[in-house]
């Protein structure tokens, strides 16, 4: 039915992973790159604000020990984009992608993104605001639901049907048998 089209062996988590990827790639890079420019000013933008509101009411730290946990909050986010960027350039090799060489990239990914969604997520419920409540909670929602997707989808046929070629057959119907 389809022979040579590109997409014959994606399966679901690829599709999934690549969606999440489209998002988070563009979404965190950029908020990485507003703390890089203006640690205080990229720190208190909206994606950030619960993270801010904590470290400023709670933490009571220094200016400048604001602006490290800011750098470091844009590491964290530049990792995990980094991460969906190396999935993506995976995904698109056939050869990788017939042998799920992408897992690596993408479960890496949806681990430190979902650590840094939660994270984000208990700050926002911390401080009282709910519209980062909601922008983490529903980035956490994605991640989680692409991690079960990865969980729940059986391994791929290729794997399978190799490694049955590589196991002889030992059925009694097949061998031939002396007569009596």
């Keep these: 039915m389809i ?7 994606w399966r ?9 990827a489209l998002y988070f790639v563009p979404a965190w890079t950029v908020v990485a790159f507003q703390i890089m420019v203006s640690p205080i000013q990229g720190l ?13 009411d709670h933490l009571h730290l220094s200016s400048i020990d604001t602006v490290r946990a800011a750098w470091l909050l844009a590491l964290a986010r530049l990792t995990v984009a980094g991460f969906f960027a190396m999935f993506l350039v995976l995904i698109l090799v056939p050869r990788v992608r017939k042998v799920a060489g992408y897992v690596e990239a993408l479960s890496i990914g949806l681990g430190l993104g979902s650590v840094l969604a939660f994270t984000s997520m208990i700050l926002a419920a911390k401080v009282g605001e709910t519209q980062a409540l909601r922008l983490h909670a529903t980035e956490l929602l994605m991640l989680l639901g692409t991690a079960i997707i990865m969980l729940v989808e059986k391994p791929s046929s290729p794997a399978v049907a190799s490694a049955s070629a590589s196991v002889p057959d030992l059925s009694v119907e097949g061998s031939a048998q002396p007569s009596a």
């Design 44 to 56: 208190f933008a909206r994606p950030n604000i619960a993270v801010a509101l904590f470290i400023s």
């Design 12 to 20: 679901l988590s690829c599709v999934n992973g690549v969606l999440l």
């Design 3 to 9: 022979k040579n089209c590109v997409i014959r062996n």
